[in-house]
């Protein structure tokens, strides 16, 4: 079964430079969620989005912006990077409708290091 | 705010022992609860969750979690621990929402050891 594509998979960056996530959820689920998960902490809800429209924002810093494109994908862009940024960068999809309407579908993750 | 407390960051069994990890959950609404299983430099999957109807949850890799309302909890077990099951277990709790706000809070995780 197809899942959750996140790209690239591991990302080196100095500091004050720009990052970009990308999300490809699984077809049909219109629904995508962006989680940091720092080194040896749970996983916390950055910003989702239905229907290519923001549905919720959560602990996301003002330096990082995101969007859903018209085919699902969602691309999460990080600027001025601080060492603090350091971490997995998980992306999540759903469907809204269906036997697992609003279960959460984890891709691989991002792991991003910030130096 | 909904949350999740759960007990024991590590917790360590034998090889065929039962596995219990322990999850209370904190909501002024019925919630969704869910556990997923991490593997070392993986990503979160998916093991079982509570929406509504029966609250004994059966998942997969022999995991069931049974949704308590009276206790507010949804602890994981299984009846014989294999060693592939060692890894890190979050439980989490979202709300009963449509529309996409439907955002996991997570516990901080216990790590689940098992030895020969």
């Known amino acids: 079964a197809a899942g959750v594509i996140q790209s690239p998979r591991h990302l080196i960056k100095e500091k004050r430079e720009t990052a970009t996530l990308k999300c490809y959820p699984i077809?049909?689920?219109?629904?995508v969620y962006w989680y940091q998960q720092g080194p040896g902490q749970d996983p916390q809800f950055l910003i989702s989005?239905?229907?290519?429209?923001?549905?919720d924002k959560g602990s996301i810093p003002d330096r990082f912006s995101a969007q859903q494109f018209s085919d699902y994908h969602s691309e999460l862009n990080m600027s001025s990077l601080e060492l603090g940024d350091s971490a997995l960068y998980f992306c999540?999809?759903?469907?809204?409708?269906?036997?697992?309407?609003?279960?959460?579908?984890f891709g691989p993750g991002t792991r991003l290091t910030v130096l | 705010a909904q949350s999740v407390t759960q007990l024991g960051s590590h917790v360590s069994v034998s090889e065929g022992a039962l596995v219990l990890l322990r999850c209370n959950y904190s909501?002024?609404?019925?919630?969704?609860l869910f556990w997923y299983v991490q593997y070392p430099n993986q990503g979160l999957q998916l093991l079982l969750k509570?929406?509504?109807?029966?609250?004994l949850v059966k998942g997969i890799n022999g995991f069931e979690a049974e949704f308590k309302k009276s206790e507010t909890s949804f602890h994981l077990t299984k009846p014989s621990a294999h060693m592939s099951d060692a890894a890190e277990y979050f439980c989490?709790?979202?709300?009963?929402?449509?529309?996409?706000?439907?955002?996991?809070?997570f516990g901080t995780g216990t790590q689940l050891k098992v030895e020969l």
């Open positions: 999540a999809s759903s469907p809204r409708e269906g036997a697992v309407a609003d279960t959460q579908y």
């Open positions: 077809p049909r689920h219109d629904t």
């Open positions: 989005f239905y229907e290519k429209m923001q549905s």
């Open positions: 909501s002024s609404v019925p919630p969704y």
């Open positions: 509570y929406t509504t109807g029966a609250t």
């Open positions: 989490a709790v979202s709300p009963i929402l449509t529309g996409g706000g439907n955002k996991l809070t």
